[in-house]
């Protein structure tokens, strides 16, 4: 993970929703992609190697915060409390995950961006699927990366992650850097280890743009979207893009079954399970994410010339 400077970062307000924060990276002329981060995560969660891959390879990588994450609005709405997380009973007036994909496919209308190639990884493997479920016309490519169908039987986090994930919220940012690179040991993988001094110049970074202390309620409203949304294998069904489903075979955060569900919820798609992978976006495995991908997309029925971005400076002021 890596963080650069917020000069880059540019603003688009939906017009039935939030404002949303986005980054473009990569060629005016090239074929778009949209990378779609997890819980708790912006767009700088997205490793600079991956996205510097994808840019070589011709890809115009747009990346955003969702909603209640990084730069974007955060949703006022009294976050569910740690019982109701427990339980998996989201409150009543909870958003859900069709709302933060209708934000994803707000922007690309901002952008003037007709179809994309879409990437998201654990929660937002699970918006991108959505997308592709809702508005297949818009979507060339599906990559889900560690990511689950919501059915309560697969998927699901190990008790000592959700022991973790329990805590109460950081309160310094030193507090914050450690127990992210505590979370990394734990979710992520000795045969794929994080960069101990990347991942603590992210989390010292994030911890700003994130807003530091009052991150923790944002997150909690997400996991209730997450819950609120179900069991979302029948609609996965529905879904006609290329798709790729990626995921290791030790992650304690979305167990393996998650992905294989998801990869047999949709018709036609290819499931790649890699050995030794945990939960995380490790140096060792974003090369082949980027050439698995890539070689989705090559694969893909080609779309319309790309729009927008190409001819026009992206909507929204720097701030």
């Not at 060629?27 to 996205?51: E, I, K």
């Not at 169908?149 to 959700?162: C, Y």
């Not at 994080?194 to 997150?219: F, S």
């Not at 047999?264 to 994410?289: F, N, S």
Request: neutral net charge; contains cysteine; charged residues 20%.
């Amino acid at each position: 993970m890596t963080a650069t400077a917020q000069d880059t970062d540019r603003f688009v307000d939906l017009p039935a929703g939030p404002r949303i924060c986005y980054r473009v990276d990569g060629p005016d002329d090239g074929t778009p992609l949209l990378l779609v981060a997890g819980l708790g995560l912006d767009l700088t969660s997205w490793p600079q190697r991956m996205v510097d891959g994808f840019v070589k390879r011709g890809f115009r990588v747009v990346r955003l915060d969702n909603r209640d994450a990084g730069r974007s609005s955060r949703i006022d709405a009294p976050p569910p409390g740690r019982l109701r997380q427990l339980l998996a009973r989201p409150r009543p007036d909870a958003y859900d995950l069709a709302d933060m994909a209708a934000d994803t496919v707000g922007l690309l209308d901002a952008l003037g961006i007709e179809q994309v190639h879409l990437v998201g990884m654990s929660m937002g493997g699970m918006i991108a699927q959505i997308v592709a479920a809702r508005h297949p016309a818009r979507v060339l490519s599906l990559t889900s990366v560690f990511s689950t169908t919501g059915h309560r039987r697969v998927g699901q986090p190990a008790r000592s992650t959700l022991l973790r994930m329990a805590r109460n919220p950081a309160r310094t940012v030193e507090e914050s850097v450690e127990r992210h690179l505590g979370m990394l040991a734990h979710i992520g993988s000795t045969t794929f280890p994080p960069d101990e001094e990347l991942e603590r110049a992210w989390a010292t970074a994030v911890w700003a743009r994130a807003g530091g202390a009052r991150a923790g309620a944002p997150v909690a409203r997400q996991i209730g979207a997450i819950q609120a949304s179900g069991d979302r294998t029948a609609e996965l069904a529905r879904i006609t893009a290329p798709t790729l489903v990626v995921h290791g075979d030790r992650d304690p955060m979305v167990h393996p079954t998650g992905g294989r569900a998801t990869a047999d919820a949709i018709p036609g798609a290819r499931h790649v399970e890699i050995a030794g992978m945990g939960h995380h976006l490790a140096p060792g495995v974003v090369d082949r994410l980027v050439e698995l991908t890539a070689d989705l997309a090559r694969s893909a029925p080609p779309g319309p010339t790309p729009t927008g971005l190409a001819h026009s400076t992206p909507p929204g002021d720097p701030r």
